[in-house]
C-alpha cells in the first residue's frame, strides 16, 4: 500500500526555519520523484520543488529558489523540504506526493500519489 505522511509542520515566527519530512512506504525512492506542494488558505495548490528518482536532480520553481531545500534519503525513505527565512505568505499546508518516473515534474496532475498534508503557520 502506498503511503506518504508528512510531518514538521508547526507554528513559526517570521525569520524562522523548518524542515519538512515526508516519508513513504509502498515504494522505493528509486523509482519515484517526490514533489512538494502547498496550498495557501483561499489559493490554488502550486507545486515548490521536486526531487528526481534516478539522480536525485533536484528542481525549484522560482518563488522556492533560494529558501526553499530538497533532499532525500533513501535508506530512511524520506524526503524533506527545508526552508529558511519563513515568510507570512508560507503559511499553507505542505503536501508532498510521487509519481513513477526519472524526470523532475512540477505539474501536480503528474503525480500519481498524495500525504495528507502538514500545517505550516507563520506568525509573530
Known amino acids: 500500500q502506498v503511503q506518504l505522511v508528512e510531518s514538521g509542520g508547526g507554528l513559526v515566527q517570521p525569520g524562522g526555519s523548518l524542515r519538512l519530512s515526508c516519508v513513504v512506504s509502498g515504494f522505493t525512492l528509486d523509482h519515484y520523484a517526490i514533489g512538494w506542494f502547498r496550498q495557501a488558505p483561499g489559493k490554488e495548490r502550486e507545486g515548490l520543488s521536486c526531487i528526481s528518482s534516478n539522480d536525485g536532480s533536484t528542481y525549484y520553481v522560482d518563488s522556492a529558489r533560494g529558501r526553499f531545500t530538497i533532499s532525500r534519503d533513501n535508506a530512511k525513505n524520506t524526503v524533506y523540504l527545508q526552508i529558511h527565512s519563513l515568510k507570512y505568505e508560507d503559511t499553507a499546508v505542505y503536501s508532498c506526493?510521487?509519481?513513477?518516473?526519472?524526470?523532475?515534474?512540477?505539474?501536480?496532475?503528474?503525480?500519481?500519489?498524495w500525504g495528507q498534508g502538514t500545517q505550516v503557520t507563520v506568525s509573530s
Open positions: 506526493a510521487a509519481v513513477s518516473g526519472s524526470g523532475v515534474y512540477i505539474e501536480e496532475g503528474e503525480y500519481e500519489y
